[in-house]
């Protein structure tokens, strides 16, 4: 028992040190520069509820995200996302994978599973899924059509 005492201890003390490493602390969003030209709102609402936390520079950051390790991880997300596709930075980045949007979530890889327990509305039904994969080849194109 006395092991297990210490290893316990051991995992407290290693996760209070962690929460004082800065990094995944910072919840500011920098600045909206410029929006794509959206096919239409639906569109819009359904990439805000189901991938703007990553993909935009309006990520809303839940209350645990401000505890190591999860604020380390929810960082790294964001920063991938974002450096992949900002849609808050339109037009800045010319090398965005916008075009790969609609066979992301066609295939399943987007939003990616590890996200959907904590964000629920980010589920998108069958109905909503084929309604946005239209609306996201209309907007950035697809990568699958060239």
Known sequence: MNKIIKVLLGIVAVLVVAQFV???????????????????????????RACGNC???????????SFAPVSWLIARDVEEGRSKLNISEWGKNEENEADEAANEVREGAMPPWFYMPTHPEAKLTNEEKIIFIKGLVATFGDKKEK
């Open 22 to 48: 800065p990094y995944g602390k910072n919840h500011t969003n920098p600045p909206i520069i410029a929006e794509p030209t959206w096919d239409s709102p639906q569109t819009r609402e359904i990439f805000m």
């Open 55 to 65: 993909h935009s520079n309006e990520t809303i950051y839940p209350k645990y995200s």
